[in-house]
């Protein structure tokens, strides 16, 4: 019976554990070919929404050759302009696919929220073209949002672009990582500690 009464608690343990579904360790986005970032002291910006609740405990920066030269600062922002986590990437950042990444203290970004993700140049360390435009060969989406548009502004650092955005397929300078969904209670956490306290009430009323 004890055998019985231990594997109840077991089982309602398990149970019990919040489930956090990882979506992706690092890149909200990443490009399926090379492309490149144009002009000077531009705040290149991404607006979006999270379609769940989760975490980013990432941001990065577009390095395309792996040897990224200057650094770029990166900041993830509210709808009302509030900062909610910054960083400066470096090429000494983590690199993964196109993108260099640094660890920021993790950050909940609800779902149906509108969050704006804002990386600065001060230079164009991959070749000018026109300045203010952008190229993109293509992108895939690896994260649980979704990309509302983009927009960018002029300046000699980090700001935030606001969600006034075009609606378009373009160059995202900065990125980010992370997005363990947020643990919440559901059926099964109650099912766990409905076994957990009927197992108690029995052992009680065996030992009185």
Same mark, same amino acid.
């Given at each position: ?23 992706? %360790? ?19 910006? *991404?607006?979006?929404?999270?379609? &769940?609740?989760?975490? &980013? ?16 600062? &990166? ?13 400066? *990437?470096? %090429? ?14 993790? &950050? ?7 969050? *704006? ?22 992108? *895939? ?62 052992? #009680?009323? #065996?030992?009185?």
């Amino acid at each position: 019976m004890i055998k019985r009464f231990f594997g109840l608690f077991i089982l309602a343990g398990l149970l019990m554990m919040p489930v956090a579904a990882k979506a992706n %360790s690092l890149g909200a986005w990443e490009f399926t070919s090379d492309s490149q970032n144009s002009g000077t002291n531009f705040t290149f910006g *991404v607006v979006f929404t999270p379609t &769940v609740n989760v975490y &980013v405990d990432y941001l990065g920066y577009y390095d395309p050759t792996g040897g990224m030269n200057t650094s770029h600062a &990166v900041g993830l922002y509210d709808s009302s302009g509030d900062l909610l986590a910054t960083t400066t *990437v470096t %090429s000494g950042s983590t690199l993964s696919g196109h993108f260099y990444y640094n660890s920021v203290t993790p &950050v909940e970004l609800l779902a149906g929220n509108t969050y *704006v993700l804002d990386g600065f140049s001060s230079t164009d360390p991959y070749g000018a073209i026109t300045q203010g435009n952008v190229i993109a060969d293509g992108f *895939v989406v690896n994260a649980p949002i979704t990309i509302l548009g983009d927009n960018d502004a002029h300046g000699t650092g980090l700001v935030d672009t606001g969600t006034t955005y075009t609606t378009q397929t373009n160059y995202f300078g900065a990125d980010m990582g992370g997005y363990d969904a947020t643990p919440e209670p559901s059926t099964l956490l109650l099912l766990g500690s409905g076994l957990a306290g009927l197992a108690g009430l029995i052992k #009680r009323k #065996r030992m009185a």
